[in-house]
């Protein structure tokens, strides 16, 4: 099967300073998280690792598609249970 993101529903996770959102592969729930670093490169935020809540979540929502294309690039190199995006995932 492939990896789809049929929730759309993200969340800030303070202790990682991450945005943690889920993919699915089938029934089987893969949990992702991106650093809010990964957040800045990937919106064009260049030397802003620093990104509020609010920010991180707005740029999420920006970058959705690249962010869910790194995301099943990841997943495509070997199956786990939860992955953790960063910056250099999206040069």
Known sequence: MT???LNPSRSFDES???VRFIGH???LEVRFFIEAAALAKAGARAGRTQLSESE???AFDAE???IYDVARE???HG???YYTLTAADFR
């Open 64 to 66: 959705r598609k690249s």
């Open 16 to 18: 990682k300073k991450a």
């Open 79 to 81: 199956r786990r249970t």
């Open 25 to 27: 592969d089938g029934m």
């Open 56 to 58: 991180c979540l707005t």
């Open 3 to 5: 990896l789809a993101f």
């Open 74 to 76: 990841a997943y495509s």
